[in-house]
T-cell receptor, first 116, second 110 residues
Framework: EAGVAQSPRYKIIEKRQSVAFWCNPI?????LYWYQQILGQGPKLLIQ????????DSQLPKDRFSAERLKGVDSTLKIQPAKLEDSAVYLC??????????????FGAGSRLTVL | DAKTTQPNSMESNEEEPVHLPCNHS???????IHWYRQLPSQGPEYVIH???SNVNNRMASLAIAEDRKSSTLILHRATLRDAAVYYC???????????FGTGTRLKVLA
């Protein structure tokens, strides 16, 4: 099966600019996650979707970050305006529907953001 | 959210077994124990998971303590390709939330 697709792989922007990341999960995976991974740290959950509804966004800085998952498939994560501390790898992951036995995560390769 | 504690780093010789420990003293009865690993410049990948019983798959074995307050990931014969950061995670039963810690960086020596 095809993996989780993310784009762009790399992005360099100036602070206060905006940026958007796109994720296409594995077909049939109802749950989608966005993680932020700062260099040297473990991934930090930003937002979790179940189909097109938000399950958890408690760690999403809502004054500058937004995410949507229209039609319960693709998802977009936006940062506006970006700050220097937003420099990180943004990882998208998906898993099969809740209630399924294994429910393991499959990650994309990530989008590396550098804010200058 | 239940937390896990892992050593920051470990070393192993190639072709020797590796035991990666994880403490999770606040685990609830319905939390699954998951292990993922992250190779350089890649997203994390699934390794193994379990609830109460020990588990084996083609990549590794998972030994879970009887009280479930700790677990150990066992790589039976480490190779250079196993050098990665290994994360022990408790999957929240109610929300299916996965909270990563800082993980253990495994170095494999040739």
């Amino acid at each position: 099966e095809a993996g989780v697709a993310q784009s762009p792989r790399y992005k360099i922007i100036e602070k206060r600019q905006s940026v958007a990341f796109w994720c296409n999960p594995i077909s049939g995976h109802a749950t989608l996650y966005w993680y932020q991974q700062i260099l040297g740290q473990g991934p930090k959950l930003l937002i979790q979707f179940q189909n097109n509804g938000v399950v958890d966004d408690s760690q999403l800085p809502k004054d500058r970050f937004s995410a949507e998952r229209l039609k319960g498939v693709d998802s977009t994560l936006k940062i506006q305006p970006a700050k220097l501390e937003d420099s990180a790898v943004y990882l998208c992951a998906s898993s099969f529907k809740r209630g399924a036995g294994a429910n393991v995560l499959t990650f994309g390769a990530g989008s590396r953001l550098t804010v200058l | 959210d239940a937390k896990t504690t892992q050593p920051n780093s470990m070393e192993s010789n190639e072709e020797e077994p590796v035991h990666l420990p994880c403490n999770h003293s606040t685990i609830s009865g319905t939390d699954y124990i998951h292990w993922y690993r992250q190779l350089p410049s890649q997203g994390p990948e699934y390794v193994i998971h379990g609830l109460t019983s020990n588990v084996n798959n083609r990549m590794a074995s998972l030994a879970i303590a009887e009280d479930r307050k700790s677990s150990t990931l066992i790589l039976h014969r480490a190779t250079l390709r196993d050098a990665a950061v290994y994360y022990c995670i408790l999957r929240d039963f109610g929300t299916y939330k996965y909270i990563f810690g800082t993980g253990t960086r495994l170095k494999v020596l040739a």
